[in-house]
């Protein structure tokens, strides 16, 4: 059985990548509203 602290690695692990490309996702989105917002 995988113990509780490996485990708590691998998930964090796993999410890191999913959380730095929804940053950059995400500037990106609210870069595009905001080049809209300004050109009407």
């Given at each position: 059985?995988?113990?509780?602290?490996?485990?708590?690695?691998?998930?964090?692990?796993?999410?890191i990548p999913v959380l730095v490309v929804?940053?950059?996702?995400?500037?990106?989105?609210?870069?595009?509203?905001?080049?809209?917002?300004?050109?009407?």
């Open positions: 059985m995988i113990s509780g602290c490996s485990m708590m690695a691998g998930t964090t692990i796993s999410v929804y940053i950059f996702v995400q500037k990106q989105i609210v870069e595009g509203i905001t080049m809209k917002g300004i050109k009407g």
